[in-house]
């Protein structure tokens, strides 16, 4: 293309007209000039003697046209000559960050929680996972006097120390109700115990409790273990009541 640019330095023929430019047009096919050719095929003379009759800018949007035209075709029609040859990707297009190498089908990848999975493990049993974690309790009453001295050596009102009860009164709610969880199991298992020996003997037939009678069973065993017990009965008994009562309005004078 440098002898084309070369002529875009001389001076090109004037041809504002359209019957100019037609006739340009023709003497270029009819004249059978090759402008696909390489520029060595074509002498310096040839392209000096065009660029005065057609003009150089024309010349020059013909090579440039048909140059463009050759690379499509050549995108196009391209092919692998081996299946096992690397694909060949354009340098025109820019490459994602994230470029997925390996296709893996979407059933591989999908995500399972081994809590809610039949496939990991059977159905929660709380007396196995104690019996396995019981070493936590030795764990959680040495946290537990560790918050006692902390809360001792606090400064009083302040909000580290109110945060330091907090957790320790957490900490002794949540044995509590594991005591409790622990008495019911008991009594659960004792209750089945008698009622299998009965079924075997024929004196009755299977019988599954409600949890109200559960619950009523632990009550009981709670009542007899002490004054304690009876205290907590005692203020429950007195809510009940102030619940159940009524205040009556007074009567307008």
Request: charged share 40%; proline share 3%.
């Given at each position: 293309?440098?002898?084309?640019?070369?002529?875009?330095?001389?001076?090109?023929?004037?041809?504002?007209?359209?019957?100019?430019?037609?006739?340009?047009?023709?003497?270029?096919?009819?004249?059978?000039?090759?402008?696909?050719?390489?520029?060595?095929?074509?002498?310096?003379?040839?392209?000096?003697?065009?660029?005065?009759?057609?003009?150089?800018?024309?010349?020059?949007?013909?090579?440039?046209?048909?140059?463009?035209?050759?690379?499509?075709?050549?995108?196009?029609?391209?092919?692998?000559?081996?299946?096992?040859?690397?694909?060949?990707?354009?340098?025109?297009?820019?490459?994602?960050?994230?470029?997925?190498?390996?296709?893996?089908?979407?059933?591989?990848?999908?995500?399972?929680?081994?809590?809610?999975?039949?496939?990991?493990g059977s159905e929660y049993n709380e007396e196995l996972f104690n019996n396995r974690y019981q070493f936590l309790d030795n764990i959680k009453q040495r946290e537990k006097l560790n918050l006692k001295k902390q809360v001792k050596k606090t400064k009083r009102g302040t909000k580290d120390q109110q945060q330091l009860k907090y957790l320790l009164s957490r900490m002794e709610q949540q044995e509590i109700a594991k005591k409790q969880r622990m008495e019911k199991?008991?009594?659960?298992?004792?209750?089945?115990?008698?009622?299998?020996?009965?079924?075997?003997?024929?004196?009755?037939?299977?019988?599954?409790?409600?949890?109200?009678?559960?619950?009523?069973?632990?009550?009981?065993?709670?009542?007899?273990?002490?004054?304690?017990?009876?205290?907590?009965?005692?203020?429950?008994?007195?809510?009940?009541?102030?619940?159940?009562?009524?205040?009556?309005?007074?009567?307008?004078?």
């Amino acid at each position: 293309y440098k002898k084309v640019f070369h002529c875009a330095g001389l001076e090109p023929v004037n041809m504002s007209e359209s019957d100019d430019q037609l006739e340009s047009d023709n003497e270029l096919h009819t004249r059978n000039i090759n402008l696909d050719n390489d520029d060595n095929e074509m002498s310096d003379e040839d392209m000096v003697k065009i660029c005065d009759q057609i003009g150089a800018k024309k010349v020059k949007n013909e090579m440039l046209s048909k140059s463009f035209k050759g690379d499509a075709n050549k995108q196009q029609t391209f092919k692998r000559e081996n299946k096992n040859r690397p694909q060949e990707i354009s340098s025109k297009i820019k490459v994602p960050k994230m470029r997925q190498v390996v296709v893996v089908p979407k059933s591989a990848t999908a995500t399972r929680d081994p809590r809610f999975d039949d496939l990991c493990g059977s159905e929660y049993n709380e007396e196995l996972f104690n019996n396995r974690y019981q070493f936590l309790d030795n764990i959680k009453q040495r946290e537990k006097l560790n918050l006692k001295k902390q809360v001792k050596k606090t400064k009083r009102g302040t909000k580290d120390q109110q945060q330091l009860k907090y957790l320790l009164s957490r900490m002794e709610q949540q044995e509590i109700a594991k005591k409790q969880r622990m008495e019911k199991r008991e009594e659960e298992r004792k209750w089945k115990k008698e009622e299998m020996k009965k079924v075997k003997q024929g004196i009755k037939r299977p019988y599954y409790l409600k949890n109200s009678t559960k619950n009523k069973m632990v009550a009981e065993l709670r009542n007899k273990d002490g004054a304690a017990s009876n205290k907590s009965e005692i203020r429950k008994e007195k809510r009940q009541k102030s619940r159940e009562s009524k205040v009556m309005p007074y009567t307008r004078r």
